[in-house]
């Protein structure tokens, strides 16, 4: 994990009342990007909430959103914002129900009634019907009243959208009735008949849909919820002496820290006495615990599975790892990939397209349909506004947006945005970094080859005695060789380091060189079959450096960037994906094709400066392929930042995962197909959605309208329109959350189908 993950600084986050379908999200983001100094807006009408960056005041984006006829409140504290959420979620759960049970206790006795024959007709019993009128009028002002509220506000505006539909459908409904109810003399007699009933029952249908789809769209949020719940409360601090707990809130910088076994780490941090095994799974995915000691750094809200231990803390508040991971898990799950952007655009035409559908249904069938054709134009066009409204394609896409960023946080894939995780699952070239990426980033010893069978353990003894006056990264491996095997160093008469070539030393009274080849025959070593065994070993990917005592070669120690343990088994899970990899690196070829051979990788482009990077990268996208890089280091930002998708390896540096669309906190190239994979999994979810929620519209207004009435008599009823209406939403909210159900296992990759 990099010492510090950068992070933008973040946006205003507000929460959003009174929004009802796609079409309200597009007035309230066009309200807000109206206000002078907002960069980006962008509205989620799955969690009812709005992110804004920029140099803005938070009162004036309220005021923004209150004159598009919606309400705003600032969002300060993302924790006690998900409280309160629950909270008014619950609530409002509870208040859909009874608006829905008030409804329904009209409407329903009154449909019995009707079927049964039990109540008067028309012309015998207008005081009973006018009084049906009036109480079907106060069930609607209860249960129905803010669909009309919500109207009004958007026909003020000269917009529409979920709420002008029902309105306009359950209100001509009423008024129809109330008149046949009145005047029934005004229209034929095969025309005097009322529809309180569907009206009130549309009303209760909707409710029941929308309190459904509440509760399953609150589900959506359980990723956020985890990543707020790894967070301790109280910590145990050191103070004056004493410890005692306190609130996480009151933890300040460089403070001292007691961790006990069992216990979460309260923030970030770095060890000052004991040692542990912590449980990082949470930021990592690995279930393993890492063995800890004084000086390693702990990230809050990871696990002390075993041992006590004092941390020093380094990090608090929103700076901590954890909070920053829940502010990019936030970020992405607000933002828009294309996909999104698009269904936006459609339903913010989809209504007045719908009510001039309406309205032209009402006219052909005045023009053209049979007696009563005023009571069938009503039927049908009430239908159809009911049976119309796009609240299922507002939630196609950010619903499942929501929870593939979720599950992709699971598996310790940070995703910046939304647009990146629709473009990772269509990715067709994958190029790596080699060093820290493909390989661990360290060099290391990895054999020695001594002359003539002399001991290689007193060989390296000598060396790293020598090596430990050198600051190449090349020596650093030999000393740390050395010291792993227990090797004491020896006495050292006299060192002299010449730089790009090696050193030379003096000890025991032998001349000692130590570097490469060239640098042997410059001081006359003779290497015999030393040079062999180094060309070897160079044929293998391997650096050989040359150790030569007096005018004799003594041995080739060969130095090697390990390949990470899992880089063969991840490369051979992005063939699978039909993706093909390519590896970018500074090295000489043969070390890079060396390493290519030994984990699968299809091509190799070798010895490239990093300011090339960016280059190869273009010129991939130029032959027409979506590509993606995957780096750890500054010389990779360029390249990070040109491609389709942008991999930073978590434990690379802080420029590479800011240049980056993806994090990787594993640090591990199975994160990428993991991305890929969860990717591919949430953009077919939301096409099924879209799928689903389009073709039950394509199909479901022209049955409204009446098409079937002229072949098989049949007009669809205005309260199966409402029930089908709720109904479309909820299949919507299910179909998403199956992505909870996603699992990446081992051998063939499964999850949503």
Avoid at 249 to 277: F, H, M, Y
Avoid at 419 to 424: G, T, V, Y
Avoid at 714 to 727: E, F, K, T
Wanted: aromatic letters at 4%; a negative charge; charged letters at 20%.
């Amino acid at each position: 994990m990099p010492e510090h993950t950068q992070i933008p600084s973040p946006p205003l986050r507000l929460s959003i009342g009174g929004m009802s379908c796609a079409g309200c999200v597009a007035s309230v983001e066009e309200a807000l990007q109206a206000v002078p100094g907002v960069e980006e807006a962008t509205v989620s009408f799955a969690e009812h909430s709005a992110q804004v960056r920029g140099q803005v005041e938070a009162d004036a984006l309220i005021a923004a959103v209150a004159g598009a006829g919606y309400q705003a409140t600032l969002i300060r504290d993302l924790e006690a914002e998900q409280e309160q959420r629950d909270i008014r979620e619950r609530a409002e759960y509870r208040l859909m129900l009874k608006r829905a049970a008030v409804a329904g206790a009209l409407a329903v006795p009154l449909m019995v009634a009707e079927k049964a024959g039990w109540v008067p007709a028309v012309t015998e019993g207008q005081g009973f019907w006018l009084l049906v009128g009036l109480l079907t009028l106060a069930a609607m002002y209860y249960a129905g009243r803010h669909f009309f509220v919500g109207a009004w506000r958007q026909f003020r505006r000269h917009k529409a959208n979920m709420d002008t539909l029902i309105a306009m459908g359950t209100g001509a409904a009423w008024l129809y009735s109330m008149a046949i109810a009145l005047a029934p003399e005004l229209v034929p007699a095969l025309a005097q008949h009322t529809y309180f009933e569907a009206a009130v029952m549309i009303i209760a249908l909707i409710n029941v849909g929308a309190a459904l789809e509440l509760r399953a769209r609150g589900r959506s949020s359980e990723a956020i919820r985890r990543l707020i719940g790894l967070q301790p409360r109280t910590a145990r601090v050191l103070r004056d002496g004493k410890e005692q707990d306190v609130p996480i809130q009151q933890i300040g910088l460089d403070e001292t820290l007691r961790v006990r076994p069992g216990e979460r780490i309260a923030v970030d941090g770095v060890l000052l006495e004991g040692e542990s095994w912590v449980d990082e799974s949470m930021i990592s995915g690995e279930p393993m615990p890492v063995h800890k000691q004084a000086g390693d750094e702990v990230i809050g809200g990871t696990i002390n599975t075993q041992g006590s231990f004092l941390l020093q803390s380094k990090r608090i508040g929103q700076e901590t790892v954890l909070a920053q991971i829940i502010e990019m898990v936030r970020s992405a799950q607000a933002s828009k990939p294309a996909i999104g952007r698009l269904v936006d655009k459609v339903s913010a035409v989809f209504v007045p397209t719908v009510m001039i559908i309406a309205v032209l249904t009402l006219l052909a069938w005045l023009n053209f349909g049979p007696a009563p054709a005023l009571s069938y134009g009503i039927v049908a066009m009430m239908t159809v506004l009911i049976i119309a409204c796009p609240c299922a394609l507002g939630l196609a896409t950010p619903i499942s947006l929501m929870l593939g960023v979720g599950k992709a946080a699971e598996y310790g894939v940070l995703i910046r945005h939304g647009e990146a995780l629709q473009q990772a699952g269509k990715l067709q070239t994958v190029v790596l970094d080699k060093t820290g990426t493909v390989t661990e980033g360290r060099p290391k010893l990895v054999e020695v080859v001594p002359f003539a069978g002399a001991d290689s353990d007193n060989l390296l003894a000598i060396a790293a005695t020598v090596e430990a006056r050198s600051e190449h990264p090349l020596a650093t491996a030999i000393v740390v060789a050395a010291e792993e095997r227990g090797l004491e160093p020896l006495e050292l008469a006299a060192f002299e380091a010449v730089s790009g070539h090696g050193v030379k030393a003096t000890m025991n009274q032998q001349s000692v060189w130590i570097g490469s080849r060239q640098w042997m025959k410059d001081n006359g070593v003779f290497l015999g079959h030393l040079e062999q065994a180094g060309e070897r070993l160079a044929a293998e990917g391997k650096t050989p450096v040359y150790m030569g005592m007096n005018e004799c070669g003594a041995a080739v120690f060969a130095i090697a960037d390990p390949i990470r343990e899992d880089s063969a088994s991840a490369i051979a899970r992005l063939h699978q994906q039909g993706i093909t990899v390519v590896m970018l690196s500074g090295d000489h070829r043969v070390t890079a094709e060396a390493v290519a051979a030994q984990v699968g990788i299809d091509a190799v482009i070798a010895e490239v400066l990093p300011e090339q990077k960016a280059e190869h990268i273009a010129r991939l996208q130029g032959q027409g392929r979506v590509v993606a890089m995957v780096g750890d280091g500054i010389n990779d930002a360029p390249a990070l930042a040109r491609a389709n998708v942008g991999f930073a390896i978590g434990s690379g540096t802080d420029v590479a995962i800011e240049s980056a669309d993806i994090t990787l906190m594993r640090g591990s190239l199975h994160g990428v197909a993991d991305a890929i994979a969860v990717s591919r999994a949430t953009v077919r979810n939301i096409k099924q959605n879209l799928v689903g929620a389009f073709g039950y519209n394509t199909l479901a207004i022209p049955v409204a309208a009446g098409v079937f009435f002229p072949l098989f008599g049949l007009l669809l009823n205005p309260m199966i329109a409402g029930a089908a209406m709720a109904a479309s939403s909820l299949t919507v909210v299910t179909n998403a959350n199956r992505l909870r159900l996603f699992r990446i296992g081992k051998g063939e990759r499964g999850g949503v189908q």
